[in-house]
Every structure is written in C-alpha cells, then in structure tokens.
C-alpha cells in the first residue's frame, strides 16, 4: 500500500486533477443517475385473467380455471399456483422460484394459455407480470364536458394517449374507464311470441351478418381468381332493417341502441373519467419524467377545451420527500463526523484533510453506482448514509499518526509517507473486513438479495473508495497543509493506563464479566419479540365498500356513489377517485375482484390530516351497515405485508369449511391478532335445472337458457370506422323460483316449459372457488401487530397443532393444514440473513489470518463480535423496537465493523512486539491507539444519529431499527475491546508473556 502513497507524492499534480475529475465526474453522474423510489426487482409470478360476463363461478372453474390450470403444469421454474374463481372471472397467479427469467416464463405462460380452447362467452385470457420498475409514476384523471362517450374514447386513444406515449422515459400507457360502448339488442319477448319466432333464429340471422368469408378459388375469364362474401353492415339502422322472418324486420321486434356497460364506473370527483397511467423506462429519472408529464398535462389543457386532464397522484413527490430526507441525514451525519473530527484534533487543517474523503468518496461511489447501472433511490442513499460515518475512519486512523509522529519528529515528506505505511496494513484489513460482510450477500434468497444487494454495492463501492484516499490524497495534502502547522501535544491518559494494567492483571475477572454479560445478551434475544417493518407511507387513504354477492348491482353502485359525493363534500379532500367492477381494461393488468366490490382513493390537500379524515370516514360505516366497510392509509407501492395465513387444503369442501371456521374461532382472541378473516365469508344461492335426459338434452337446454338470461355476443359493427361490439340484451328478467320454473325453451316437439324436461334446484353455494396447486383450498387471513409477528405465530401454531400433541384441532384424513404468510417469510429471511453473518465472519477471519500471518491473533479480534451483540441487544431492549430484517442487517454490517477497532489495536501490538515484551506491547498499543479507535467510533456513531429519528418506508432496509443495533453495538464494543481484547490476546499467548514478565522481573531484581 506504501507504493500508492510514495506515487501520489510524485505525482502531485496529477492526483490534484484526478480529484477535480472524480468530483465534476461525480456530480455530473448524481444529476444523470435515474431516480426512483426503488431499484429494479422482479416479481416471480404471473396472473392469468379471464373474464365471462354473466357466468357463475363453477361454470368458469369448470370450463376456464382447470383447463388454465392443466395447461400451465408443465411451466418450467414454477413453485406453485393460486387461483381464485368468481362470478364473472377467473384469476389464476403462478408463482416462480427467485431467479427464474421472468419473460421467457411469461412467454411459456402464454404459449401454454394459446393451446387451450376455452368457451365463446369468455374474454381473451389477459397475461401479466409486474417488477418495481413498472410502479406508475403519474396517475392521471381524464374528464369530458359531455361524459366520456365513444367519441371522446377514440379521442383519448388517437390523440391524447400519443402525446403521453411520445414523452422520453415514457415506457407505457395503460388505461382504464375506457370500456367500449357496444349494441345492444333488446328483444321483446311477447312480440316474438306472436309472430313466434323462436330466438335461435334471430341470433342465427344476426350471427356472421357483417363478417367477411372466403369460399373458394375459381377461374375468371381465364386467370385463377378468390371469391369472398363480405357483410356490409355500417349503422344501427341497417342493423335494423335486417329481415328476421316473413318479412319481419329486427327493429319490430327488438330495441337497439349504442349503450355502456353498467356495472363498471371509474370515477374522478364526481365525474366519469378515463385514468391513465403512466410508467417509466429503466434508464429515466422519475422526478424529472413526472415533473414532464406535469408540463405536458398543462399543456393538454390549454390546448382542448372540451377536456380536464388532471395529474392526481405522482410518484415524483414521494421519491423526492424520501431521496431529500436520506440526502438530509448523510449531510448531518457528515457535519456531526466533521464536529467530532474537529473536537479531538483541535485543528482546522487536519479536519479539513479528514473531512476530504466524504466528498471524494462519494463522488467515487456515484460514479461506481453509475456504471454499475444501479439507480438513485432510498437504498442506495441508505447505503450511503450508513457508511458516511466509515468513510472517515481510515482517513481519521492516518490523519492522527502523522499527527502523533510530528510531535516527536521533524516533519517531512518522508516521514509522512512511513507514517501512512505504519497504519497501512491496519486500514486496510478493517476496510476489507467491512466489505466481505457483503460478499456471501448471494446466499440471501428471493426479492431481500434484491433489495440487499445496492445497499451493499453502495457500502462497498464508498468504504473502498476511502481506503483509496486515506493512502492517497490524504498524505498528499498533509504533506502540504500541515508543513508548519503546530499542533497541540497530546498525552496519553495516566488513568487509562492504569486501567489496562489492573485488567491485564485479572484476565479471568474482565472475561467472566464480558461471557455474563454476553449470555445475558442472547437470553434476552430469544426472548425479544421477533416483528416485521412496518412502513409508515401515506400517499392516500382507500376505502372499501364490500357487498355480499347477493347484493343487486345497482344498489352498490348507488352506495358507493352516496359514499363519494360524501367524502367529496369535505374541505380537506382533493380529489377521489372511485372504482367498481371489473373492466377489462383492469383484468389486462391482473386486477380483478368481487364485482359488488367497490374502492374509493381519497387524496388530501394535506398528509397531515390523514388521521382525521380516517376517522371521519370510518364514522359512515353505520350507513353502510350491510357492506363491510374499511378505510386504511395506503401507498401506491404497497404496503408491508405482516398477515399470518393458514392454508386449509382437502377435498372435501364441507371438511375445509368446518375446519376453517373451527380455526377462525380459535385464533381470533390470541393477543396481536387485529382482525381475522377468510376467503369463504360469502355465499349465494344457486339455482340449477336438472335435465333428465330421456325429456331433453342439457348442452341445447343450457345453450338456450344462456342467451335468454344473460348478454350475450353476437360479432361487431362497423360505426364510424370504430369496430362496436353487438350484444345480444337478456330476453328474460327473471326475479323469482316462479319465474325459472315459467321459461319455455324450444325442444323437438315445440315450445316446452322447462319444468318438462328439468327439475329446479336451489342451494347455497360459494361466490369464488380458490385452488392451490389445482386442489381445492380455503385461507384463513390474521392480519397481526407487526412488532409481534413470531410470537403470535407461535401461538396460532399452538393453536392449531396443540403442544406435544395435545389440544390440537382434530383434522379429517382429507384435510392439511399449513401456516405460512409474513411469518414463514420472515423465518425465511432471518435463517438467509444467519446463514450469510456465518459466512461472512468466515471470510473476516480469512482475511485477518492473511494480514496477521497467524491464528492467534485473528481469533482474539473475533471476541470483539460479542460484545459487539451485549451493545446491540441492550439498545434494542432500551428502545423497546422488536427484531426484524432491518435489525440483523444492522447486525451484518456490525460483524465488519467492529472488528476494526481490534485490527487496529492489535497491529501496533505486532509492531511493538519486535521490541517489547507482550505485556509492555499491550499497554503501548492500547493507550497509542486508544485514541484513534474511539475518534472512529465516536465519528461513525455520530454520522448516524440522525437515523435514529428515521421511520420505516415499503421497501426500505434504512430506518431506526439498524441505527440502534449499529450505535449500540459499536458503543459497547468500543468501551469493551480496549480492556477484553488484550485479554484474551494475552490468554493466547499465556506461556510467552508469563516467561516475559518472569525474565524482566529477574532483570529488575538484579539491577535492584
């Protein structure tokens, strides 16, 4: 390492333009850096949608979601499957083991999806797959002087969607409240029955009316010509004119016009509205993209009267608040480094020299950062705000030896140079020690390596980088800075020293106090509580309106309309935007639900007053009694999930229902447990005709009753050079057991009732049918208190399985049981992240076994882990936070940490050996290095205090939870390794240094 500082001092000029390029460099690639919330992560899995208007849920299961199911068995990389079947839909989510190439399993997906044939009356199957890159970063609301009608539809896709589309960093538009207006045929039963015309045969004249078909080749004067049929139907009244039957027309017997789909509404204010959103490319910045789609929505303003476009919710805001509250901390946390610099040098040069690797380290960082494709977001500037107290350390460890030489030494180049070379070995051990903590960060499974590694590549990236200037550029500038300084002497501390004496004099006494303390340590670990992070975003509040399926369409869409104009009517609310039903444009992006299920998001004019309006919102439940009401803070990138799951599987669909409410019961009084809910709450009644099949044949029957009861299609028309859907309206309306039993359908003899060749059934039966790896399954959800997650799952368990098999719930043969959900990810993560701490301390002690050419003495820089875990516990247990990931990441980065200290105590203690005995080495080298090691603890604590007032964010891995186990570990590891650690170094080299002590005893008994 004594090369690199030996070639900076030749190379003065030369370093002094490095630096000017790596800082303009550095701030060129900071203002070019993409920003966003979060780096890029996939999600292994994709969602399957189909939807069938109209169809009950076990005629979708039956004829969409196993078919589905069957189909997409042989997907290569895939864990499992869940599926959820309603009326109207089906929702199928297969789920890939991490690393999986989530395109190509898309495409495998879709290719599995194109070999299966499913009925007429459902959508094209809708195929998706999400990662963090594609959260919206502008949401915007579209609303017409004249409502959204077809025109203004077409006007939104040819003009509107373009301009957005043309934006640089604009990687998709979706859309949604685009529902396409259609023809709808209404057929009056009574005329039909007087000029009996049965409906087959209007849906047989209707059916392939305006379609186009080739029926062959033939020659034509002479050459070999196709020939084609081709319908040319253009308006509604053409439609109209189309003869049915014995001259009757369509429109004698039927109603026609262009209409909308009913059941679905989005909303905005008030007002039907058409919601785009808008995501980004991997390479844009979100803030600068989002304050552009700002500009190009005012100017979309200007420009169309007969429209507001309006950008109700932008990602920018929340990217900005978080990336300048991370950048606030890392500037504190460098001012409080710089005071603590300042306060033991008592001197302005040499904290000016210090304080020059922060600048310089992070420039080196965002250039590393930049070409390592990584972007600017909360856990890359977390990374940075953790390691801006270390960045200092090794320029601190150098700057305070050249500091200590010059007071008994002429200053000079060379002396500054030997100086570097003294600490050289020690600083760069402790900086690479640090640094292999990450190294193993691949043994981390699933989304956490994701979200671990740019926090890792960010520490990594800055710590080496100041390793690199603490021998370069800091020697350079002491050399020139601190030529004539005078410097204040500095004497070691009488009291200190004689404190190591008594310690080293009664080993035993210091290391049974630290192993009690340490057990002690543990014993209060497995007792603490064992949560997950809770995020504390707020971007708007959602509320939830769920009606029993039961419940008529049009009641719930009055409701949920009653409810907004409601929240509309109050001072603190800005915009709301409210959603029901299933639309298709919806199920292309894998959301599709319970159609009597309707949503409101509610943006304020000030966060602030978000607990307010909560519980202004949640005093209307009374009016709402008969949906189940919920209004809870949300944030547009999720929340942290902390429900506990209990998966009931078994064939047999009355076991799983007993099974599940018997586990329902049981757990919703543990403590912790919020709220407990399952998938089977609803049911409906199902009427079902019974066809005997010496009267009638079912798939004619069912056919007929198809088209009577529900809309069905019937192919498009050509309107205004637009494709519009034709629908054939229900003929019948029927309202009571009375009204089936009365249908007549056409058979071979004629007109029959019904009840001639079926009988009419009625039971109660589930609105969604779930599957888990394509067997029936139901879930029990307990949403938990995050701080509680282990021990509540503990106790669910216990309450479940009972306690060496006693008081557990008696299972049926066909039935299991399996809790999984935040708590089985949570183990997960914690065993990755135990399993990655064990190798890591592996490495730390390869690397220490390199640099001290022995076992001795790495072994003894080991003890400094323990007591690095008595700090960490204790501050865990003074703050009262319980443990989870952000805790042991904490921990993971202490093992690199606080083994510096020891690296540094220890290598003067190598040098010293050449000339003292082990004893007098011991006593040198701790009162020598006492102070360095505690400039560098205090620095590093200090930098990171401002964490302390941190709160958690989704998806960030940075808050008060590392703060505490860093702080405290290094605080107490600090005080602890200047006494335990010549200990146990001493113990290990026990026979040396009694021979030693006994030799200079003899000496000093002689001289006497």
Known sequence: MSWFTKWSFANKAAITLISIIIIAWGSISYFNMPMEFLPQADKPQVTVVVMGQGTDSKTMEEQVTYPIEQATAGVKGKSGVLSTTGDGFSKIDLFFEFGTDMEQAKREVQESIDTVSLPQYVSKPSVTQLDTSMIPISFVALTFKDGVTPENINFVNKEIEPIYNDVKGVAGVQKTGVEESFISIKLDNEKLKQNQIPIQNVMGVLQGQN????????TIDGEASNIKVLGDLSSI????????????????????KETKPENVINRFNGKDSIELTISKDSQSNAVTLSEEIEKVTDKINDKYDNMEATVFLSTADMVKTSVQSMIKEVLLGALFATIVIMIFLKNIRSTFITIVSIPMSLCITVILLSKSGITLNILTLGGVAVAVGRLVDDSIVVIENIYRR??????????????TKEVGVAITASTLTTVAV???????NGSLQEFILPFALTVTYSLLASLLVAITIVPVMSGGLLKNTKLKEHTPSARFTKMISWSLNHKWIVLSLSFVLFAGSIIAYFTMPKGAVE???????QVTLNYPADTPLDEVKKNVIELEETINQKDQVKYVMTYLGNSSSSAQSGVVGSPTKGQLRVFLKDEDDADKILKEIENEKERFSEAEFTAVAASVTGYADTNITIDVTGNNVNDLENVTNTIKDKIQDIEGVQEVSTNQDEK???YSFVVDPSKGNTEMVASQLGVMLNRTPLGTLSIDNRQTDVMLEPVLDTKTPQDLRDITIMTESGNTPITQVATLKSEEASTNLFHKDGEPYLQVTAKVDPSKLSDVNAEIESAI?????KNEIKLPESVEVFVGGASVQQSEDFNDLFTTMIVSIGLVFLILVITF??????????????LAAIGSILGLMISGISVDITVLLGALMLIGIVVTNAIVLLDRVKQNEKTMTIRESLIEASVRRMRPIIMTAVATICAMLPLLAKKAETGSLVSQSLAVVVIGGLAVATMLTLIVIPCVYEIFNFKKSKKQRLETSIKDDVSV
Do not use: C, H, R, W
């Not at 399985?801 to 098999?805: L, P």
């Open 211 to 218: 379609g186009a078909f080739s029926v062959g080749v033939d």
């Open 237 to 256: 009244k053409e439609l109209g004119n189309v003869t049915v039957q014995d001259d009757v027309q369509l429109n004698e017997i039927a109603t026609i």
């Open 406 to 419: 010059m007071q008994t030494e002429k200053f000079s180049v060379g002396m500054v140079i030997e100086a």
């Open 438 to 444: 990450f190294l193993p960060i691949g043994l981390v």
């Open 535 to 541: 995020s504390t975003n707020t971007d708007y509040i």
């Open 684 to 686: 409906k009644t199902v």
């Open 801 to 805: 399985f009972g306690e060496e098999g």
């Open 853 to 866: 050419k022995g076992f001795k003495a790495p072994i003894a820089i080991l003890f400094s882990l323990p």
